[in-house]
């Protein structure tokens, strides 16, 4: 089946530019993450959805970013005023829910965000 | 969640099993130990996880200490696509949804 799809693969933008970055998670999926990747670093998480309400969004790096999962399934992570720090692979992950167990969270292949 | 401690990189021959180890000398009771490997240019991707007791898939095998401090990651026969960064993650799942993840261990498979 359809594995976890993120757009673009690739966005390259200007300093102090507006950008949108879109996560499909897998159907049915209710669980929805997004991740931060800086070179030689392992994924850092930046909010939670479970289904349509964003239950953590405590990582979030500051208020430039916002993420919106209006209909509980395609997410958008949206940045304002791009940062060169900002440069990174953003990676978006879902899981199923059910009690008494965890499967693990399905990644997607991430969207490199370049800022120059 | 407990913290990990990895060897940043490691090397194997081709055909031969790999082992993978991992620290967690402060893991809780109701927590598991996850591993998730990143091939270059890829997204994280699951492999095995355990509780208490030793676990094996298509993919890998999992062998965790008695005391739980510590385990290993077994790739048995291990191949050219094998090579990728490994992480070891212990998450007590549930309510708590965060990975937090190490910087992993490098495993490249020599031919």
């Known amino acids: 089946g359809a594995g976890v799809s993120q757009t673009p693969s690739n966005k390259v933008t200007e300093k102090g530019k507006y950008v949108e970055l879109r996560c499909d998670p897998i159907?049915?999926?209710?669980?929805l993450y997004w991740y931060r990747q800086s070179l030689g670093q392992g994924p850092e998480f930046l909010i939670y959805?479970?289904?349509?309400?964003?239950?953590?969004d405590s990582g979030l790096p500051n208020d430039r970013f916002f993420a919106v999962r209006p209909e509980g399934s395609v997410s958008t992570l949206k940045i304002q005023r791009t940062e060169r720090g900002d440069s990174a692979v953003y990676l978006c992950a879902s899981s199923p829910r059910r009690q008494g167990g965890e499967l693990g969270q399905f990644f997607g292949p991430g969207t490199r965000l370049t800022v120059l | 969640d407990a913290k990990t401690t990895q060897p940043p990189s490691m090397d194997c021959a081709e055909g031969r099993a790999a082992n993978l180890p991992c620290n967690h000398s402060t893991i809780s009771g109701n927590e598991y130990v996850y591993w998730y490997r990143q091939i270059h240019s890829q997204g994280p991707q699951y492999i095995i996880h355990g509780l208490k007791n030793n676990e094996t898939n298509e993919m890998a095998s999992l062998i965790i200490t008695e005391d739980r401090k510590s385990s290993t990651l077994i790739l048995p026969h291990a191949t050219l696509r094998d090579t990728a960064v490994y992480y070891c993650i212990v998450y007590s799942g549930g309510s708590n949804y965060k990975l937090t993840f190490g910087k992993g261990t490098l495993l490249t498979v020599n031919p």
């Open positions: 159907s049915g999926h209710t669980a």
């Open positions: 959805f479970q289904g349509t309400g964003a239950a953590d």
